[in-house]
């Protein structure tokens, strides 16, 4: 039911699990050293300009990510919990 | 025995190790503060024992040149002291994970212990003690606080003896860690973290950035200012010169040892910019008019710095900087290189690939002034009015985008994404940024005033020995014809190699028009970087990236004096 989404165009203030990686090992090595691996609960917090580097919260801290590393992160939306 | 501080970049690591060592050190709040290891001694119980520094690292699978360096360190160890930043303990526990499985003699210190309680953090020490397999103990380093049960403990580090653990069940067993060990008290948002977050949002985030700034140049200004004139000035004027000019009479007025010392003395009195003597002009050059805006701007940059400001500026300028082929944090060499270049090439350590590297140390020796050019760009030019060091400014500021677009394009490569933890705001302790203003100063004193003195030895032998009219005579088509200065000039750009402050001192007694003051001050910054800086970039780009950078510098500066020489009617 849930939205895949990536973490560029994820909304300032959704929160999401990582449901994937699309690079290789190498991306990946680097985006686990920050705590950013499949299964890891990420908060949007914001944009810089509409192709600047992506902020977010994952395990505590803050990290700011670039564009295109961004789009290769996928994110599984939270269910919103306000219902509509 | 040899210990290792190692743990995640910007968690403490060196304040621990001044701590230990009584060896002070630059620590600032944001990651890769250090890009090469510090070695020291302390004792431990009687015995002399050596500690390492180790540049800070996410993983043992390096990503960075700073990287690297602290995983080839790790087999040297015989005891690995693994520092943790106590608010982030789950980003600290991949690597020490990873350390684990070196099966060394290890022990774990939850750092920065102070703010879990402001932040409403618990860890249970004993249970996390037991997972790891190694003894746990929590400092706070900045006010000293478990420094000394640091020391009783290190002996007793012990060698784990948990399973390895297979990559693919790291991050469950982490879960598991910090859902055992570790309880957060949600509570509301503080005042900080709102602010933190304006930050970092385009609009807020410019518009602080620009108040920041534009404050900081100011109170620099001020405070540099102010020094030199309440101060240093009435020093040198009140007190240093008659006591000089009881020296010159002497000397009986003139000769060569009072030319080389004391200069020539103009209308039969010292003018400290004019004489050029080594105890006149080559004292006052670095302690009278730069040291004050040395001392000023470090003071700023360390209140930045500890603030943990600095990292945000990069993300703000991520998508500009990547027009001149450098991601946003390449912003963080800079602005140290707008103190001295030294410490900016070296923090270029930071960025990951080689061409990266290559543009920013280009980038910087050429368009960013260091404090020392700024302060006699500010007393020498200033004087003739503001507007002069504005348009210095304004070229180098054009020069510095224009040759960022021109590398981004010809060079070869790719620029890397940005990737960094945004540390977050600390309130600096102020003694901390005062002990560093300190090891900055005596670092500037140790190092500039020797050189000045070595320069101004030169210019005056150069001058006895005529050897400045051969090279004058052999430039003077590049010098006068294009860049329109007078002949004479190229003392000071010869000079320039030595110290660029020494060498725009040397153009005040050239009687040049405010046009040649602008175009000499231009060249100056950007030509040649001067010989403390050429060293560490030779050393840091190696011979062959340096010839191209010193190529591009020299070609840029008499295409861009040439054109203001055109351009100014």
Known sequence: MNQVINLAIMEKGQIGTVAGIRGGGNLRLKLASLGIHTGSKVTKSSNIFTRGPVVIYVGGMEIAIGYKMACKILIKLHPVESDR | MKVLLIGNP????????????????????????????????????????????????????????????????????????????????????????????????????????????????????????????????????????????????????????????????????????????????????????????????????????????????????????????????????????????DFSQYLGGKGVLHDILIGNLINGDIDFNQSFGLISTGLFVPIGIVFPYVLSFYFILGILEDYGYLPRLAILLDVFMHRIGLHGYAIIPTVLGLGCNVPGI?????????????????????????????AMIFGLVGARGLKYVLIIYVVLAIVWICLGLIMNMTIKGFTPELFTEIPPYRNPVLTAVFKKLWMRMKAFLKEAVPIVLIGVLIINLFYSLRIFDVIA?????????????????????????????????????????????????????????????????????????????????????????TLINILWP
């Open chain 2, 10 to 245: 910007n968690v403490g690591k060196s304040v621990i190790f001044s701590r230990l060592t009584g060896i002070q050190v630059v620590a600032s709040n944001y990651p890769g503060s250090t890009v090469n290891f510090k070695q020291g001694f302390f004792k431990i119980g009687g015995q002399k024992a050596e500690i390492i520094d180790v540049p800070g690292t996410y993983s043992l699978k390096p990503t960075s040149a700073a990287e690297e360096v602290a995983v080839k360190m790790i087999p040297e160890g015989d005891i690995i002291v693994c520092v943790i930043d106590a608010t982030r303990l789950e980003r600290s526990l991949p690597l020490t994970l990873q350390l684990l499985d070196h099966k060394r003699p290890m022990l774990v210190v939850l750092n920065i212990w102070d703010e879990t309680k402001h932040k409403g953090i618990q860890i249970d020490i004993k249970k996390l003690s037991e997972f790891l397999s190694v003894p746990v103990i929590t400092t706070s380093a900045i006010t000293g606080e478990g420094i000394r049960s640091l020391v009783d403990m290190i002996p007793k580090a012990s060698v784990p003896d948990r399973p390895k653990i297979k990559e693919s069940q790291q991050w469950l067993l982490i879960g598991e860690i910090i859902n055992q060990v570790q309880t957060v008290t949600h509570r509301h948002h503080t005042l900080t973290e709102k602010f933190q977050d304006f930050t970092i949002r385009p609009f807020g985030g410019i518009l602080i950035a620009f108040l920041v700034l534009s404050l900081s140049f100011f109170i620099i200004r001020f405070l540099g200012e102010g020094l030199i004139g309440l101060v240093f000035e009435p020093l040198f004027e009140i007190v240093y010169k008659p006591l000089l000019l």
């Open chain 2, 473 to 561: 005579d052999f430039f003077a088509p590049v010098i006068n014809g294009l860049m329109g200065l007078p002949d004479k000039a190229v003392t000071a750009l010869v000079i320039g190699f030595l110290r660029k402050d020494v060498a725009v001192g040397m153009l005040a007694p050239l009687g040049l028009t405010n046009k040649q003051v602008v175009i000499g001050c231009v060249t100056l910054a950007m030509f040649f970087p001067c010989v403390a800086t050429f060293v560490v970039m030779l050393r840091e780009l190696g011979w062959k990236d340096m010839l191209k950078a010193s190529a591009i510098m020299l070609f840029a500066s008499v295409i861009v004096a």
């Open chain 2, 346 to 374: 070296l923090a270029t350590r930071i960025l990951e690939s080689k061409r990266e590297r290559f543009i920013a140390c280009t980038l910087i020796s050429i368009g960013i002034p260091c404090a020392s050019l700024h």
